[in-house]
């Protein structure tokens, strides 16, 4: 809740169509498809669903001299009338199943009481006041309050006056240095889109017209006068589905129409990056810009601000490897990198000789990943050993001071502040324990408690371990497993295995109000560090991309199998669960092993791996997942694995409930509705295969609690009565 500054450094490759392996939107021929009427298992009886009517229409695509069929290419479409139709038809028939369901209710009510209480975020100081976040219990988004002193605090925005429905929300926001200004990024309907708005602090009063179409941006400011922003031209056709190639750096000017910004980075061809951001040091010297090309690695550009027409300089001239500004107090400047350290270092240079050949250690790389955040004129070094926390604190010179003690294994946020603060706060839970905000006196190294979680859940009635197992070639994974205590080994435990795997993300120990209620219901929750992920640094991360990608499924279904030969569960009462490119995860597997899982709960994922890269940023993935027109090795490889086309009729696949967002232009809907379509003509036996698709939602950044707490009751609802459980 305290992240109040967003710095992206992901970036995406631009994708191409070359001779070799283009896609032919040539429709041969369109089949109407009757309705589709089958048996499938409602509680204990056996009744026809009639799933809605999908067309077929005949795209083919030839890649490499293989054709391949795109049978609802038309899907695609999200501005047109019979995707909305269709879309309407097919959330008739999820909800009509769902309101079947006798506990759905209950469930609903369980996770409202759960997520009813008092949630306040870490504070921060901008200027005078010291600023947090809080939602009073069922508010649809966080208010930010500020105080002053001993005074009362006050609201200073809240988001929940932005729209009546609370599907508004606030993306972002970043203070002047002085904190007497600034500007916040406003998101509508979960869209990646935002617009800004610029605010004088001491009154909340709007200074000047909104700045639109702002896309994957953070931003920076320099003095009072104006900030740093990027983003894309505003694409032709669909806003929430069509390509956006080339990011770019603008510089705002307080009083000035947006029409006038300057472009400062990425306007060229030689310019042309996925995704550029720009930060400003402290003191308002430099300009640090970085330039990415994927998901994974940068370039890294200085220009210094106090001389008229300064050139850009480059520090970093690849994207071979990750660098980004740690710290700066003057000409210093501390930088974060994985170069020569696959689990990162920091590292000093003068801005003036800024270049890799100049750098010197100050924190250097050690066995475990390393993350940092600076704050009193302190470096915090936050190490993850086996998905957990270990912090250590630094002065700037890289002497170790101490290791800051942590109540129990877990996960430790925050540590971050002004370099004249003497008190800093972080956060502190795991899988089963509710977060904690502490104070740290950053003299001496004790931790107070400073606001303790308010949420009704008695943590001591669980119990959380973690297990190694080994996967297909024989690499141990970890994975968390929580459940009630006294948990009988039986095989009979409702269990929902949870992963990633991607992107260099990491899946730590933290505790979630929604996945309490799955517990508090009988419930086991096992989480899986998969290859493909940053656990382990970037070779963890590397083993589990482009044509390593298969890696990442075997671990998830090696997870499954342990889960089951420890009796923790039965192939009966087993539901797997993933988002995003965790969706991706429970495509491929559901398709590769239907005979493991009862349940598949793949959620905004990425499902047709053909032509994710067509869509919006999507060819940023190209690092973690490759493109099919890169090669034919490439080609098959993904033609193998992508859900979508690995669907074969007469399967039983897994009772499945795909969600999505039809506001989500990161990965956008046609991945689930394409993926619903084909599991729907070809699957066999009483499992259902449905799809719930959220109105006014993206990809789930600023969701709204009543919606999340919809969204959940229909999960857990769904997951239970296809396990055959009566009550609850």
Same mark, same amino acid.
């Given at each position: 809740?305290?992240?109040? $500054?967003?710095?992206?450094?992901?970036?995406?490759?631009?994708?191409?169509?070359?001779?070799?392996?283009?896609?032919?939107?040539?429709?041969?021929? =369109?089949?109407?498809?009757?309705?589709?009427?089958?048996?499938?298992?409602?509680?204990?009886?056996?009744?026809?669903?009639?799933?809605?009517?999908?067309?077929?229409?005949?795209?083919?695509?030839?890649?490499?001299?293989?054709?391949?069929?795109?049978?609802?290419?038309?899907?695609?479409?999200?501005?047109?009338?019979?995707?909305?139709?269709?879309?309407?038809?097919?959330?008739?028939?999820?909800?009509?199943?769902?309101?079947?369901?006798?506990?759905?209710?209950?469930?609903?009510?369980?996770?409202?009481?759960?997520?009813?209480?008092?949630?306040?975020?870490?504070?921060?100081?901008?200027?005078?006041?010291?600023?947090?976040?809080?939602?009073?219990?069922?508010?649809?988004?966080?208010?930010?309050?500020?105080?002053?002193?001993?005074?009362?605090?006050?609201?200073?925005?809240?988001?929940?006056?932005?729209?009546?429905?609370?599907?508004?929300?606030?993306?972002?926001?970043?203070?002047?240095?002085?904190?007497?200004?600034?500007?916040?990024?406003?998101?509508?309907?979960?869209?990646?889109?935002?617009?800004?708005?610029?605010?004088?602090?001491?009154?909340?009063?709007?200074?000047?017209?909104?700045?639109?179409?702002?896309?994957?941006?953070?931003?920076?400011? /320099?003095?009072?006068?104006?900030?740093?922003?990027?983003?894309?031209?505003?694409?032709?056709?669909?806003?929430?589905?069509?390509?956006?190639?080339?990011?770019?750096?603008?510089?705002?000017?307080?009083?000035?129409?947006?029409?006038?910004?300057?472009?400062?980075?990425?306007?060229?061809?030689?310019?042309?990056?996925?995704?550029?951001?720009?930060?400003?040091?402290?003191?308002?010297?430099?300009?640090?810009?970085?330039?990415?090309?994927?998901?994974?690695?940068?370039?890294?550009?200085?220009?210094?601000?106090?001389?008229?027409?300064?050139?850009?300089?480059?520090?970093?001239?690849?994207?071979?490897?990750?660098?980004?500004?740690?710290?700066?107090?003057?000409?210093?400047?501390?930088?974060?990198?994985?170069?020569?350290?696959?689990?990162?270092?920091?590292?000093? /240079?003068?801005?003036?000789?800024?270049?890799?050949?100049?750098?010197?250690?100050?924190?250097?790389?050690?066995?475990?990943?390393?993350?940092?955040?600076?704050?009193?004129?302190?470096?915090?070094?936050?190490?993850?050993?086996?998905?957990?926390?270990?912090?250590?604190?630094?002065?700037?010179?890289?002497?170790?001071?101490?290791?800051?003690?942590?109540?129990?294994?877990?996960?430790?946020?925050?540590?971050?502040?002004?370099?004249?603060?003497?008190?800093?706060?972080?956060?502190?839970?795991?899988?089963?324990?509710?977060?904690?905000?502490?104070?740290?006196?950053?003299?001496?190294?004790?931790?107070?408690?400073?606001?303790?979680?308010?949420?009704?859940?008695?943590?001591?009635?669980?119990?959380?371990?973690?297990?190694?197992?080994?996967?297909?070639?024989?690499?141990?994974?970890?994975?968390?497993?929580?459940?009630?205590?006294?948990?009988?080994?039986?095989?009979?435990?409702?269990?929902?295995?949870?992963?990633?795997?991607?992107?260099?993300?990491?899946?730590?120990?933290?505790?979630?109000?929604?996945? =309490?209620?799955?517990?508090?219901?009988?419930?086991?929750?096992?989480?899986?560090?998969?290859?493909?992920?940053?656990?382990?640094?970037?070779?963890?991360?590397?083993?589990?991309?482009?044509?390593?990608?298969?890696?990442?499924?075997?671990?998830?279904?090696?997870?499954?199998?342990?889960?089951? $030969?420890?009796?923790?569960?039965?192939?009966?009462?087993?539901?797997?669960?993933?988002?995003?490119?965790?969706?991706?995860?429970?495509?491929?597997?559901?398709?590769?092993?239907?005979?493991?899982?009862?349940?598949?709960?793949? =959620?905004?994922?990425?499902?047709?791996?053909?032509?994710?890269?067509?869509?919006?940023?999507?060819?940023?993935?190209?690092?973690?997942?490759?493109?099919?027109?890169?090669? =034919?090795?490439?080609?098959?490889?993904?033609?193998?694995?992508?859900?979508?086309?690995?669907? $074969?009729?007469?399967?039983?696949?897994?009772?499945?409930?795909?969600?999505?967002?039809?506001?989500?232009? +990161?990965?956008?809907?046609?991945?689930?509705?394409?993926?619903?379509?084909?599991?729907?003509?070809?699957?066999?036996?009483?499992?259902?295969?449905?799809? +719930?698709?959220?109105?006014?939602?993206?990809?789930?950044?600023?969701?709204?609690?009543?919606?999340?707490?919809?969204?959940?009751?229909?999960?857990?609802?769904?997951?239970?009565?296809?396990?055959?459980?009566?009550?609850?």
């Amino acid at each position: 809740m305290n992240a109040k $500054k967003v710095m992206l450094s992901s970036a995406v490759l631009i994708a191409f169509c070359g001779l070799t392996a283009c896609s032919k939107d040539a429709p041969i021929a =369109a089949e109407i498809a009757p309705e589709i009427e089958k048996v499938v298992s409602i509680g204990d009886e056996s009744k026809m669903l009639t799933y809605p009517i999908t067309k077929k229409v005949a795209v083919v695509d030839d890649y490499f001299g293989t054709k391949v069929t795109d049978a609802y290419r038309w899907l695609e479409d999200d501005m047109s009338a019979e995707t909305a139709d269709w879309v309407k038809a097919q959330n008739k028939t999820t909800y009509d199943y769902l309101a079947q369901i006798p506990y759905r209710e209950k469930i609903k009510s369980r996770l409202g009481a759960l997520l009813d209480y008092e949630k306040v975020g870490m504070p921060f100081l901008e200027g005078d006041y010291s600023y947090f976040y809080k939602n009073d219990g069922l508010q649809n988004q966080a208010v930010l309050y500020r105080q002053k002193g001993d005074a009362s605090a006050e609201v200073f925005l809240d988001p929940n006056t932005f729209s009546e429905d609370g599907t508004v929300s606030l993306a972002n926001i970043e203070f002047s240095e002085d904190g007497s200004l600034a500007v916040y990024l406003i998101s509508e309907g979960g869209s990646d889109w935002r617009k800004a708005r610029i605010i004088a602090t001491e009154t909340n009063a709007i200074l000047e017209a909104e700045l639109v179409d702002i896309k994957f941006s953070g931003l920076s400011w /320099v003095a009072n006068e104006g900030f740093y922003y990027s983003s894309y031209d505003k694409p032709k056709g669909s806003e929430l589905s069509a390509k956006t190639e080339q990011h770019k750096l603008y510089y705002h000017k307080l009083g000035t129409a947006q029409s006038q910004d300057s472009l400062v980075f990425g306007g060229s061809e030689a310019q042309k990056h996925r995704y550029v951001s720009g930060e400003v040091t402290k003191d308002g010297h430099y300009l640090l810009v970085s330039a990415a090309t994927s998901t994974s690695g940068n370039k890294l550009f200085i220009k210094d601000l106090t001389s008229a027409n300064s050139p850009l300089v480059s520090v970093v001239d690849n994207t071979d490897s990750d660098t980004y500004m740690v710290s700066s107090d003057g000409d210093n400047l501390l930088f974060v990198t994985n170069m020569a350290a696959p689990n990162k270092r920091v590292v000093k /240079v003068n801005a003036r000789q800024p270049s890799a050949e100049n750098w010197v250690d100050v924190i250097p790389e050690t066995d475990h990943v390393l993350s940092v955040s600076t704050g009193g004129h302190y470096l915090f070094a936050n190490y993850m050993k086996h998905a957990a926390s270990f912090i250590e604190q630094y002065d700037l010179t890289g002497k170790k001071i101490r290791d800051i003690a942590l109540p129990e294994v877990g996960t430790a946020g925050g540590f971050s502040g002004k370099a004249s603060q003497s008190q800093l706060y972080y956060s502190f839970s795991n899988q089963k324990t509710p977060s904690t905000i502490f104070s740290l006196d950053l003299a001496t190294g004790e931790s107070v408690v400073h606001m303790k979680s308010k949420v009704k859940f008695n943590s001591d009635n669980f119990e959380s371990k973690q297990v190694f197992y080994s996967s297909k070639d024989g690499t141990k994974v970890p994975m968390i497993i929580t459940h009630k205590k006294g948990l009988v080994l039986d095989g009979s435990n409702p269990t929902i295995l949870y992963g990633y795997g991607g992107f260099n993300i990491s899946l730590q120990p933290e505790f979630s109000s929604t996945r =309490a209620a799955w517990l508090e219901l009988g419930g086991v929750y096992a989480v899986a560090n998969l290859r493909g992920g940053g656990e382990y640094g970037k070779k963890w991360h590397d083993a589990g991309t482009q044509l390593k990608k298969q890696n990442v499924f075997d671990d998830f279904i090696a997870a499954a199998e342990y889960l089951i $030969k420890a009796q923790v569960t039965s192939s009966d009462k087993l539901a797997v669960m993933g988002g995003s490119n965790g969706g991706l995860l429970v495509g491929a597997v559901m398709t590769q092993r239907p005979e493991l899982f009862k349940v598949a709960l793949p =959620a905004v994922g990425v499902l047709d791996m053909l032509r994710y890269h067509t869509f919006t940023s999507g060819a940023g993935w190209a690092y973690d997942y490759g493109k099919s027109n890169d090669n =034919a090795q490439m080609f098959n490889y993904l033609l193998a694995y992508s859900p979508l086309h690995n669907v $074969k009729a007469g399967t039983h696949y897994p009772a499945t409930l795909i969600t999505t967002g039809d506001h989500d232009d +990161r990965v956008v809907p046609a991945h689930s509705f394409k993926f619903a379509a084909e599991l729907q003509a070809k699957q066999t036996g009483v499992n259902p295969t449905l799809i +719930r698709i959220e109105t006014d939602a993206g990809h789930g950044a600023g969701t709204p609690i009543s919606k999340t707490i919809e969204q959940y009751a229909d999960i857990y609802g769904f997951t239970l009565f296809n396990m055959g459980v009566k009550d609850i």
